[in-house]
Nanobody, 123 residues
Framework: QVQLVESGGGLVQAGDSLRLSCAAS????????MAWFRQAPGKEREFVAG??????????ADSVKGRFTISRDNAKNTVTVSLQMNSLKPEDTAVYYC??????????????WGQGTQVTVSS
């Protein structure tokens, strides 16, 4: 059974930091590129950050470059993907989703998705 389970969301103030985690199991996710997306109320879901299968390459949305860092740990049965978010802004408020894509990283066409975790940044 494929599972992508996010954790770490919450309510913080502008300028604070937060770390999201995603535990992926049920497939050989070490062969998958992983990413974080987010969806704010009334807006479309957008790509935030992605990381290649072995962690050697990353992609970031312009809006989070220099503030967010994606990383991964390819353990035997569960891949863990983290998103370190620093200098948070109110516009970062959204539901954050973990996603997996077989093969190389890209900005879209992800196959598996988590349920999401809420991040709220107050001003």
């Amino acid at each position: 059974q494929v599972q992508l389970v996010e954790s770490g969301g919450g309510l913080v103030q502008a300028g604070d930091s937060l770390r999201l985690s995603c535990a992926a199991s049920g497939r050989t996710f070490s062969s998958y590129s992983m990413a974080w997306f987010r969806q704010a109320p009334g807006k479309e879901r957008e790509f935030v950050a992605g990381i290649a299968r072995r962690g050697g390459g990353t992609l970031y949305a312009d809006s989070v470059k220099g503030r967010f860092t994606i990383s991964r740990d390819n353990a035997k049965n569960t891949v863990t993907v983290s998103l370190q978010m620093n200098s948070l802004k109110p516009e970062d408020t959204a539901v954050y989703y973990c996603a997996a894509r077989l093969g190389y990283i890209d900005y879209d066409q992800y196959n598996y998705w988590g349920q999401g975790t809420q991040v709220t940044v107050s001003s």
